[in-house]
């Protein structure tokens, strides 16, 4: 049994434009990184946390990472059991790509193997809602269930949890660009609708029925054109600065899809190569920057592994 553990686990992106709370994929970069280790004394240790600026608390009961630690180990009947973690941060705070959620993540995929894997990645993906609660005061698992299984995912039901692993065309590559501005998540949650009307619950339920169509018949057109917002997007776009002019300028440079990245202000779009995607970060980035505006760009197909260990 192994003493000592390294884990990387990806960003990802939640809701995929019309599925709030229910459909997420993971990508390559960026990612969180952490490295774990059983010691004698009980309990669990932070010990060291970089990349986040001084943001995140080293207490063990108020970090997302060791919180999720602790219930899985009350879970598996080890609660004393001695836990050093460092969390090293690959990735932008309050970006929209699941910063709380890859940290989460990457201790619970740390844990489970470091005692020889006692639970299934499954199984791990409550524990990890606890992290979200932490982070967000929201348990949703568009994040960390895509983080932990890779790939896309549908949470088909939260109560009780079942979450459907869907397939996807190879060919679909993702540009994302991350605007360097702040959008809490809790402010972002709060500014949603509460009721919506049933003209556009319908339109919505259509959409999300043709993106996950359009998933599992590989065609990309359909799922581009699946791919619309009429109940979060409007609202939250608000939040984040030329929003439209973004969209307007990926879908007139080869995306077959725009949309926010979970909370945001993080956009994406869906492209059918990775030349595609590539042109448009580096053409939005250059709008952001003509408006002042810093930002940061990744290039990325689905991944399908989700945490891998890396040593």
């Known amino acids: 049994m192994k003493d000592s553990i390294k884990v990387f686990a990806p960003a990802t992106v939640a809701n995929v434009v019309c599925g709030f709370d229910v459909l997420g994929f993971a990508v390559n970069a960026p990612g969180d990184e952490v490295v774990m280790r059983k010691v004698e004394k009980p309990g669990i240790t932070i010990t060291k946390i970089t990349g986040d600026d001084g943001r995140l608390p080293l207490d063990a009961t108020k970090n997302t990472v060791s919180a999720s630690v602790k219930h899985y180990l009350d879970h598996i ?10 969390l090293h941060k690959k990735m932008p705070i309050g970006s929209g790509l699941g910063s709380s959620s890859a940290s989460t993540v990457a201790g619970l995929f740390a844990i489970n193997n470091l005692l020889d894997q006692p639970l299934t990645q499954q199984e791990l993906v409550p524990f990890a809602m606890k992290g979200e609660e932490l982070a967000c005061g929201y348990g949703h698992a568009d994040n960390v269930a895509p983080a932990l299984l890779g790939g896309f995912v549908l949470i088909r039901s939260y109560e009780p949890l079942e979450i459907i692993c869907l397939p996807h065309p190879e060919s679909l590559y993702c540009a994302i660009i991350f605007p360097e501005v702040d959008v809490p998540t809790r402010d972002a949650r709060q500014m949603i609708r509460q009721k919506v009307f049933l003209k556009d619950a319908v339109t919505q339920w259509g959409n999300i029925a043709g993106l996950v169509s359009g998933l599992f018949l590989k065609d990309i057109d359909l799922i ?42 993080s956009v994406f779009a869906f ?41």
Do not use: C, W
């Open 77 to 86: 009947g080890q609660p004393d059991l001695g836990i050093e973690i460092e």
């Open 224 to 265: 581009g054109r699946s791919m619309k917002d009429i109940l979060v997007e409007p609202v939250r776009s608000i939040l984040i600065p030329d929003f439209y002019k973004m969209r307007e300028m990926a879908m007139e440079s080869g995306a077959i899809s725009f949309g926010i990245s979970g909370s945001g202000p």
């Open 271 to 311: 492209t059918k190569t990775e030349a595609d995607a590539s042109f448009i970060t580096q053409k939005i980035a250059k709008h952001l920057a003509s408006l002042q505006i810093k930002s940061q760009t990744y290039v990325s197909p689905i991944n399908d592994n989700g945490p891998i260990i890396l040593n």
